[in-house]
Antibody, heavy 117, light 110 residues
Framework: EVQLVQSGAEVKKPGESLKISCRGS????????IAWVRQMPGKGLEWLGM????????RYNPSFQGQVSISADKSIYTAHLQWSSLKASDTAIYYC???????????WGQGTQVTVS | QSVLTQPPSASGTPGQRVTMSCSGR????????VKWYQQLPGTAPKLLMY???QRPSGVPDRFAGSKSGTSASLAISGLQSEDEADYYC???????????FGGGTKLTVL
């Protein structure tokens, strides 16, 4: 069974750094892109970018380039989303999701709540 | 304001058929396939439709997708209470070079 399990909720102060994780299981983790999607409180979905764990090829949504950093370690089947200096506007739920061809996002993690206050 | 436009709300009674639209541009829906995601309250989104009108395994055939030109739509027939959720359309945008989502349609089953 394909599963994406994300790290737990985080409460941080503005200016702090943060790295959240997403561990894949039940499939060949290195061979599928992992995408990250943001959902701000009461709002819709926004695609941040994606990474191919096999070679760490990374693509960012130009709207979020420089605001977040995406990485992966295929040896531990884990992708990460990272901030160097959080802002209150980063408060949101962040989902990792497996990407198939043609940008189909077929499996989703349970989400990580990030609160910056 | 989303590049993909969805009506903010839709409603229907059990057993009814409801449709919801997703309007875009040549650079997104015009050239690329549309996906739909269902987000039940308090849960992660779930893939509902891909390649405009293909249902993943496990999605009932009460759900149907279509696309014409720069618009797409999702139809739900035989509406059930458990269909109450937010529905998002999604597509790759060639100009923005990013996956984009519509603002979502909140479906209420009366």
């Amino acid at each position: 069974e394909v599963q994406l399990v994300q790290s737990g909720a985080e409460v941080k102060k503005p200016g702090e750094s943060l790295k959240i994780s997403c561990r894949g299981s039940g499939y060949s983790f290195a061979n599928y892109w992992i995408a990250w999607v943001r959902q701000m409180p009461g709002k819709g979905l926004e695609w941040l970018g994606m990474i191919y764990p096999g070679d760490s090829d990374t693509r960012y949504n130009p709207s979020f380039q420089g605001q977040v950093s995406i990485s992966a370690d295929k040896s531990i089947y884990t992708a990460h989303l990272q901030w160097s200096s959080l802002k209150a506007s980063d408060t949101a739920i962040y989902y990792c999701t497996r990407r198939l061809e043609w940008e189909v996002l077929d499996y989703w993690g349970q989400g990580t709540q990030v609160t910056v206050s | 304001q989303s590049v993909l436009t969805q009506p903010p709300s839709a409603s229907g009674t059990p057993g009814q058929r409801v449709t919801m639209s997703c309007s875009g541009r040549t650079s997104n829906i015009g050239f690329n396939s549309v996906k739909w995601y269902q987000q039940l309250p308090g849960t992660a989104p779930k893939l509902l439709m891909y390649n405009n009108n293909q249902r993943p395994s496990g999605v009932p055939d009460r759900f149907a997708g279509s696309k014409s030109g720069t618009s797409a739509s999702l139809a739900i027939s035989g509406l059930q209470s458990e269909d109450e959720a937010d529905y998002y359309c999604s597509v790759w945008d060639d100009s923005l070079e990013a996956v984009i989502f519509g603002g979502g349609t909140k479906l209420t089953v009366l």
